[in-house]
Structure formats: C-alpha cells, structure tokens
Nanobody
C-alpha cells in the first residue's frame, strides 16, 4: 500500500510563489510516475504536472507552463511542485498521485494512489 502526504499549501497573493511537497511511503517510489492535480469546487480534477519515474519525461498543463516546475528526489521519496507567479485561477485543492506503471501521464484514471490534498488559495 502506497501512502502519499502533501504539504506546503497556503494563502498567498497573486504573483507569489509556493512549493508543494508530497512524500510517499510504502512500495518503491523510484519506479512510480507522479502527478500533481488541481481541483476547484464543482470541477473535475486537472493534472497540472506529471513526471516519470526517473524524471526524464515531464508534462505540464498549458495553463501552468513556464510558471510551475515539477521535480522529484527519489532518495527522499518526495515529489515537488514549485509554483511561481501564482494567479487567482490557480486556487484549488492540490493532490499528488502515484502511477505504479511509471510514465508521466496526465490522465486521472492512470493513477492508483492519491494523497489527501492541500489547499492553495491565491488572492487577487
């Protein structure tokens, strides 16, 4: 069983930065693809970034390209999401997810394990 715990959310102003972290326990983190998803109330979860097991393949949603950076430290079983130049539309609950098959998919149904989420609120 894989457990994922996110941290780093908070309330910031537009233009600020935040770094989210997600630490995994159980299983073999270095073999998992990892994704960061964002969900607004009443909306479907959107994958904002995904990274393959070794970090060689990374995919971003168009809405965050050039502002967000996903990275991972397999020695620490942790994936990060550095969010710069935050906008009010980045507000939502951010979830990390693990795909035990390894690729950097942005499809929600590819992921088997999910964290509990961390709230990010960007005020204008």
């Amino acid at each position: 069983q894989v457990q994922l715990v996110e941290s780093g959310g908070g309330l910031v102003q537009a233009g600020d930065s935040l770094r989210l972290s997600c630490t995994a326990s159980g299983g073999t983190f270095s073999s998992y693809g990892m994704g960061w998803f964002r969900q607004d109330p009443g909306k479907r979860r959107e994958c904002v970034a995904a990274i393959s097991w070794g970090g060689g393949i990374i995919n971003y949603a168009d809405s965050v390209k050039g502002r967000f950076t996903i990275s991972r430290d397999n020695a620490k079983s942790t994936v990060y999401l550095q969010m710069n130049s935050l906008k009010p539309e980045d507000t939502g609950v951010y979830y990390c997810a693990a795909d035990l098959r390894g690729p950097a998919s942005r499809l929600e149904d590819r992921y088997q394990y999910w964290g509990q989420g961390t709230q990010v609120t960007v005020s204008s």
